[in-house]
């Protein structure tokens, strides 16, 4: 496994991130796995040296943060592993139950630290943009726990690129801690950040750690093939727009060229972009962690990479 700074931290991280949505109480989603199925993608992740693992407060109501912070305990030591949560998803009813108040911020990161069982995180995202909160609010609250030791670095998700610099700017004119982080939607089948997003994050030092590289399993299949979450997940089915079968078809092409799956070529093809830190891959099967780590030795010629991009045509904002 190769390690990379985080943007322009001195943070280091595995270049591929292990995304924990997948696990947690199986209610929240059909497609999640209960804590004993969970357990050997945690040994797996350790193994391979994938030492940077995201989950949320939010992912399986709790649940996820639980079986992160068990799974650290049994696979590995605290201070081996980089680990991120979130905080913006409603949890419960009432002022801190979600959000980014000030409130919710210090409620919120105390209880995922409880569920966690550590004492720290050391990259703490804001989900999402909150409009009902003024941003020195947010900025302020979340620089406080940077200083009280409960947060190593700062990290923001999803979000119009004006948001996000509104919020860095927020902490410039007070003197408070800045995010290091993107985590956004990126792969060969949704490049919008590439318009505003991205070169803003590149332009600041801000390292991407985008989630869904694999546009939700569609660029690792030939087209017409689907998965559980694909066939349930409404998020899922919005990769099924016509305009993107060209693109999965080059990557298919691709593959086969190289012998390759085409996984290890779609994940190739987002670890090819500077601005790229670590691609969260939320694994479900035994072969999904073994492909990314292959990915990083991977290389794709200039021709590949424009052979993949060639096809994609501009589409609509889509969901946050």
Known sequence: MEYVRLGRTGLRVSRIALGCMSYGDPGFHQWTLDEEASAPFFRQAVELGITFWDTANGYGAGTSEEFVGRAMRTYARREDIVLATKVHNKMHDGPGGSG????????QLDASLR????DYVDLYYIHRFDDDVPVEETMEALHDVVKAGKVRYLGASSMWAWQFAKLQHAADLGGWTRFVAMENQYNALKREEEREMLPMCLDLGVGCVPYSP???GRLARPWGSSTARGSVDRVAKSFDLDVDRPVVEAVQQVADERGLGMAQVAMAWVLSKPVVTAPIVGATKPHHLAD????VDLTLTDDEIHRIEEPYTPQP????
């Open 317 to 320: 904002a889509y969901w946050w």
């Open 214 to 216: 694999l546009a939700k």
């Open 292 to 295: 990314a780590a292959a990915a």
């Open 115 to 118: 569920r966690l069982g550590t």
């Open 100 to 107: 980014l108040s000030r409130k919710a911020i210090l409620e």
